[in-house]
C-alpha cells in the first residue's frame, strides 16, 4: 500500500488586498528597501528604544566606524525615518514619528473603511489606537 507523502494542498488566502496609491506604495518600498539593511534596521530599533541618540552612542553600539554609522544616518534621514537635534557638539537622532504616522495612517485608510481601524492578513491582525 503506498502511503501518501506529500502534504495537501494549503487553502489559500482569499483576501482580496486593495490597490495602494502609488505614492504610499513607492515609500513604502523605499522605507522596506532601507530597513531590509541589517545596520539600518539595528539603528532603527536602538531609536526605537532609547528616544534619542547621539552618533557616538550608536557606533558603540553597532560596533561601527562614525563614518559608516554617520552614511546610514543620512540616508534614514533623507526618506524622513529620521530627524536630527544638534546639541553642541553632539547631533541626537531620532525617529521622526509624525512621517511614521502619516504613512501608517494612509496605509490603513487604503486597506479598509475610515470607521474601521483594523488589517485583518490571515492570522494576523494590525490596529490602530485612534485615543
Known sequence: MATNLVDPPQERSTQRFPTLPDHLEKNLVKVFKLLSDETRLR???YLAQEEELFVTALCERLNQSQPAVSHHLALLRDAGLIEARRDGKHNFYSICRE????????????????????IRIDNFVLTQDVS
Open 43 to 45: 539603528i532603527m530599533l
Open 99 to 118: 512621517h511614521f504616522h502619516s504613512i501608517m495612517a494612509e496605509l490603513f485608510n487604503s486597506f479598509n473603511d475610515p470607521d474601521e481601524n483594523i
